[in-house]
């Protein structure tokens, strides 16, 4: 299948080859920088794997009854990516397979808490160039599964069109390339089977969107010039965000409290994860204990338990899950909570303060009905 990142190796376009997760449970403390004056948040680290492919995971997100969506499998020719969910205590007993019915490849990318999920899937195994359709799920494994593909998707081999995430008012957030290849990011209504208009980030000339909170403000990254920029998004408001010395940086996921999760590459090519608390303009790195050259954070509740994947010396892809300390407090706690969606005033204000990089305002289309 084909990566919605630029960089083949995340999240959700690198493929996984069924291993049935043998939580191997390595537990570890890991102790994260940060550039704000608070104490440093302190992440507990389980490696988790599902051992029917032990060597090709990745964890992609988490809602708050710790339910993760996931999948194994590399995506190489007859390594499909497998999708499934996890349930605690998170053992091999707790993988639950999610497949989009009669495909050959399917990622689990996304859940709320009444357990919609999001994905996409793919009717080949090519190793490469596998056309994506979007999908949402309700009632579970069994549950009722429906296509999704936005309507200015174009009619192209290999086409490309992922649901990346869902909020509890099922809401999901993805993108579809179009026949240039540029991503484009879009909302669609599951209730109501509406599209929003394209979302497109200022002076970028590619845009993916990858998750949604129930507040309706979107994370995600653009190519801007040379750079891949994190951005964050309410109501066509946009602020830019870019780990200072890297020219790639995005972000994953985001939850209630307005904090970030995603993954910046640094100027030798290592790449480390990051949550980013946008109350405090201030974030932490995180890196699994184990990790070899990278660390990706895809997904975050609002307990602030975040999952991911990392890189080993051995060269296999591991899902992990990490949840903060109690002392410190977590990073969403360190922010002022959140009891009602921030104004357009204050999230402008917000924006602003990323790093400088920028504040753009876009006016968005009425919605079109799917076709």
């Given at each position: 299948m084909k990566p919605i990142s630029p960089r083949s190796h995340r999240l959700r376009r690198t493929n996984l080859l069924a291993r049935q997760l043998a939580s191997v449970s390595l537990v570890a403390l890991c102790a994260l920088a940060t550039t704000g004056a608070h104490a440093a948040v302190r992440y507990?680290?389980?490696?988790?794997?599902?051992?029917?492919?032990?060597?090709?995971?990745?964890?992609?997100?988490?809602?708050?009854?710790?339910?993760?969506?996931?999948?194994?499998?590399?995506?190489?020719?007859?390594?499909?990516?497998?999708?499934?969910?996890?349930?605690?205590?998170?053992?091999?007993?707790?993988?639950?397979?999610?497949?989009?019915?009669?495909?050959?490849?399917?990622?689990?990318?996304?859940?709320?808490?009444?357990?919609?999920?999001?994905?996409?899937?793919?009717?080949?195994?090519?190793?490469?160039?596998?056309?994506?359709?979007?999908?949402?799920?309700?009632?579970?494994?069994?549950?009722?599964?429906?296509?999704?593909?936005?309507?200015?998707?174009?009619?192209?081999?290999?086409?490309v069109n992922q649901l990346l995430g869902v909020n509890n008012q099922n809401v999901a957030v993805g993108f579809y390339n179009d026949a240039n290849g540029s991503s484009h990011g879009y909302t669609f209504n599951t209730k109501t089977l509406t599209f929003s208009a394209d979302i497109n980030a200022p002076n970028a000339t590619s845009t993916t969107t990858t998750a949604i909170n129930d507040y309706g403000q979107l994370a995600g990254f653009a190519t801007v010039g040379s750079l891949t920029e994190a951005f964050l998004d309410h109501n066509g408001h946009f602020g830019f965000f870019e780990i200072p010395g890297s020219t790639n940086t995005e972000f994953f996921g985001l939850n209630d409290y307005g904090v970030a999760v995603g993954d910046y590459v640094t100027a030798q090519g290592t790449t480390i994860g990051i949550v980013f608390n946008t109350k405090t303009f201030t974030w932490v790195t995180l890196q699994a204990p184990r990790a070899n050259g990278m660390t990706v954070v895809n997904g975050i509740n609002n307990h602030d338990d975040v999952v991911g994947f990392y890189l080993d010396g051995a060269g296999n892809t591991n899902g992990f899950l990490a949840t903060p300390s109690a002392t410190p407090a977590p990073v969403s706690a360190l922010a002022s909570a959140v009891a009602t969606a921030p104004e357009p005033s204050t999230w402008a204000l917000m924006v602003l303060g990323f790093c400088g990089l920028g504040y753009a305002s876009r006016a968005r289309r009425r919605k079109v009905a799917i076709a």
């Open positions: 507990t680290f389980t490696t988790l794997n599902n051992q029917t492919d032990p060597t090709f995971n990745q964890l992609l997100g988490i809602n708050d009854n710790a339910l993760i969506a996931g999948y194994y499998g590399s995506g190489a020719t007859g390594h499909p990516n497998k999708g499934y969910l996890l349930s605690p205590p998170y053992g091999q007993r707790n993988y639950t397979n999610e497949n989009m019915p009669n495909s050959v490849q399917t990622q689990v990318t996304g859940l709320n808490d009444s357990g919609t999920t999001v994905g996409f899937f793919a009717n080949t195994n090519q190793g490469s160039g596998d056309a994506n359709t979007g999908f949402y799920n309700t009632g579970g494994p069994t549950g009722t599964y429906s296509q999704v593909v936005n309507p200015h998707t174009p009619n192209i081999p290999g086409e």
